[in-house]
Antibody
Framework: EVQLVESGGGLVQPGRSLRLSCAASGFTFDDYAMHWVRQAPGKGLEWVSGISWNSGVMAYVDSVKGRFTISRDNAKNSLYLQMNSLRVEDTALYYC?????????????WGQGTLVTVSS | QSALTQPRSVSGSPGQSVTISCTGTSSDVSGYNYVSWYQQHPGKAPKLIIYDVSKRPSGVPDRFSGSKSGNTASLTISGLQAEDEADYYCCSNAGRYTYVFGGGTKLTVL
C-alpha cells in the first residue's frame, strides 16, 4: 500500500525557515518524480514544486523561486522542502504527491498534509 | 503560471448531470493532453478521478467523464449522487515538471 506521510509543519514567524519532510513507502521511491502541492485555508490547490526521480530536474512556482528548495534522499525514501524567508501568504496545508510513472503527468497518490502557519 | 479558471460553484439534483469547465491557455490546457481532475471532500486529501483529459483510474465510476476543446477542459458528472458533493479541481501540465491547478469548483447536490 502506497503511503506518503508529511511532517515538519508548525507555527513560524515571517522571515524564518522551516523544513518539511515526506516519508514514502509501498512503492519504489526512486522510480518516481515527486511534488509538493499546497492549499491555503479555505482556498484551492496550488502546485509548489517538483523533483525528478534522480534530482536532475527541479521546478518551482514563481512565488517560491529563490526561497524554497526541493530535495530528495532516495536511500531514505524521503522528499523534502526547505522553506526560507517565509511569508504570511505561505500559510497552507502542504501535501506531498507522487507523480505517476510511465510518462504520465498526474498525481496518483497524496499524503494527508502538514500545516504551515506563518504569523507573528 | 496563472491558475486555470473554473466556476466557483455548480449544483444539481440527484440523478441530474453537471459539467464543470476549466479554462487555460496555450501554455497549459491546449498545449498538452495532460489535464487531470481531482475530487476533494472536506478535510480529506485530493483524489484523482480523471487523467489525460478523459481517462478514468480504476475504481472511479463511469459517471465521471472528461473532455477538452481548445483552451477549455470539462468534467461531466452524470447521475449525480449525494456523495459527489465535494470540491473539484482541474490540473494541467504546463511544461517540464511544472503544473497549474484551477481555482476549484464546489459541487452542491441539492
Amino acid at each position: 500500500e502506497v503511503q506518503l506521510v508529511e511532517s515538519g509543519g508548525g507555527l513560524v514567524q515571517p522571515g524564518r525557515s522551516l523544513r518539511l519532510s515526506c516519508a514514502a513507502s509501498g512503492f519504489t521511491f526512486d522510480d518516481y518524480a515527486m511534488h509538493w502541492v499546497r492549499q491555503a485555508p479555505g482556498k484551492g490547490l496550488e502546485w509548489v514544486s517538483g523533483i525528478s526521480w534522480n534530482s536532475g530536474v527541479m521546478a518551482y512556482v514563481d512565488s517560491v523561486k529563490g526561497r524554497f528548495t526541493i530535495s530528495r534522499d532516495n536511500a531514505k525514501n524521503s522528499l523534502y522542502l526547505q522553506m526560507n524567508s517565509l511569508r504570511v501568504e505561505d500559510t497552507a496545508l502542504y501535501y506531498c504527491a507522487k507523480r505517476v510513472g510511465g510518462g504520465g503527468y498526474y498525481f496518483d497518490y497524496w499524503g494527508q498534509g502538514t500545516l504551515v502557519t506563518v504569523s507573528s | 503560471q496563472s491558475a486555470l479558471t473554473q466556476p466557483r460553484s455548480v449544483s444539481g439534483s440527484p440523478g441530474q448531470s453537471v459539467t464543470i469547465s476549466c479554462t487555460g491557455t496555450s501554455s497549459d490546457v491546449s498545449g498538452y493532453n495532460y489535464v487531470s481532475w481531482y475530487q476533494q471532500h472536506p478535510g480529506k486529501a485530493p483524489k484523482l478521478i480523471i487523467y489525460d483529459v478523459s481517462k478514468r483510474p480504476s475504481g472511479v465510476p463511469d459517471r465521471f467523464s472528461g473532455s477538452k476543446s481548445g483552451n477549455t477542459a470539462s468534467l461531466t458528472i452524470s447521475g449525480l449522487q449525494a456523495e459527489d458533493e465535494a470540491d473539484y479541481y482541474c490540473c494541467s501540465n504546463a511544461g517540464r515538471y511544472t503544473y497549474v491547478f484551477g481555482g476549484g469548483t464546489k459541487l452542491t447536490v441539492l
